[in-house]
């Protein structure tokens, strides 16, 4: 939790993000995560300041077992002086102890945001999905909670001016926005309307002008013009009988040659970033077997 201090920006950790992706929809299947259509609803986990705070942080927290289908789970909830926002007890259930922060017994409107974070980690215990190191893990979590309707929340919590700062989670704001813009673009939804943050209308806009990006990569047909071209030169390579490497743009494509003649292309699905194998012979329409995503191509 940056309470007052340096607030970090950018993508630093979108790769893990992207793995986050694929692993969830690896574990829950495309079939699990279409039911998550419907983000968490602000009516249902606002928290005014005349609310009991117990019976009230028991109340969200009721709620977002409810949203993350979690029935049989029991959140206890209690407030202490800590140095993170929160932590949560992962035990065998269905009771979970999970601590807020002090600070959060005056900052109520963001209790929402801390439990839909701590709640996530019941969830992928009970999953038995995890990251090796804590920061992976943690980034996963962020990952899943955003993406299954719940982080819109950790990234309204997001506020930041000359005098002080707030942030919650370990992705930076405008990674809650580009997973919040992936999870859009696949609902067809529009989380922004439910911002009370003006900063997290700005970091939205960031991850959303990032997230499009990735439907803008050869060899998809959406791709501009400079990456078409970087894309054909970096194919008559690979054709080469002799090339001197097959890769373009990080990981974004590469080519492989079974045998002579046979030249395939590899990217990442746009949608769920699991690795999609097409022949390389002009345009050709795939779908990603893990999100369903049906993508067209110009190989």
């Known amino acids: 939790?940056?309470?007052?201090?340096?607030?970090?920006?950018?993508?630093?950790h979108l790769e893990t993000v992207r793995e986050a992706v694929t692993a969830l929809y690896r574990r829950l299947s495309y079939d699990t995560v279409r039911t998550f259509s419907a983000s968490v609803a602000p009516v249902d986990v606002a928290f005014c300041d005349t609310d009991d705070l117990y019976l009230g942080a028991q109340r969200v927290a009721h709620e977002l077992v409810r949203h993350y289908r979690l029935p049989d789970a029991r959140m206890i909830v209690s407030f202490r002086e800590m140095t993170h926002a929160a932590n949560v007890e992962l035990t065998a259930?269905?009771?979970?102890?999970?601590?807020?922060?002090?600070?959060?017994?005056?900052?109520r409107r963001d209790?929402?945001?801390?439990?839909?974070?701590?709640?996530?980690?019941?969830c992928l215990h009970r999953l038995d999905l995890s990251f090796p190191g804590t920061r992976a893990n943690e980034i996963l979590t962020d990952t899943a909670a955003t993406y299954l309707g719940a982080g819109w929340l950790l990234l309204d919590a997001y506020r930041e001016d000359a005098a002080s700062?707030?942030?919650?989670?370990?992705?930076?704001?405008?990674?809650?926005?580009?997973?919040?813009?992936?999870?859009?673009l696949v609902f067809g939804e529009?989380?922004?309307?439910?911002?009370?943050?003006p900063q997290a209308y700005t970091a939205y806009g960031k991850g959303l002008a990032r997230a499009r990006r990735d439907e803008q990569q050869p060899p998809l047909?959406?791709?501009?013009?400079?990456?078409?071209?970087?894309?054909?030169?970096?194919?008559?390579?690979?054709?080469?009988?002799?090339?001197?490497?097959?890769?373009a743009d990080g990981d974004a494509y590469a080519f492989t040659a079974r045998t002579p003649g046979q030249l395939r292309v590899s990217f990442p699905c746009p949608t769920c970033h699991q690795r999609i194998r097409v022949p390389v012979r002009g345009?050709?329409?795939a779908?990603?077997?893990?999100?369903?995503t049906v993508l067209e191509c110009d190989t």
Not at 95 to 103: A, C, P, S, V
Not at 111 to 122: D, S
Not at 190 to 197: G, H, I, N, Q, R
Not at 287 to 292: A, E, I, M, V
Request: overall charge positive; hydrophobic content about 35%.
């Open 1 to 12: 939790m940056a309470n007052g201090g340096p607030v970090e920006h950018g993508f630093p």
């Open 93 to 107: 259930g269905p009771e979970y102890f999970i601590e807020l922060n002090d600070r959060f017994r005056t900052h």
């Open 111 to 122: 209790i929402g945001a801390a439990l839909a974070h701590e709640v996530m980690h019941v």
């Open 165 to 184: 700062s707030q942030k919650l989670g370990y992705l930076t704001p405008e990674e809650f926005g580009y997973v919040l813009a992936k999870r859009a």
């Open 190 to 197: 529009d989380p922004s309307v439910w911002f009370t943050s």
């Open 221 to 247: 047909t959406a791709a501009g013009w400079a990456g078409r071209r970087r894309y054909a030169r970096d194919r008559r390579h690979a054709q080469d009988p002799h090339p001197a490497g097959a890769a």
């Open 283 to 285: 345009r050709v329409r």
């Open 287 to 292: 779908r990603c077997g893990l999100c369903r």
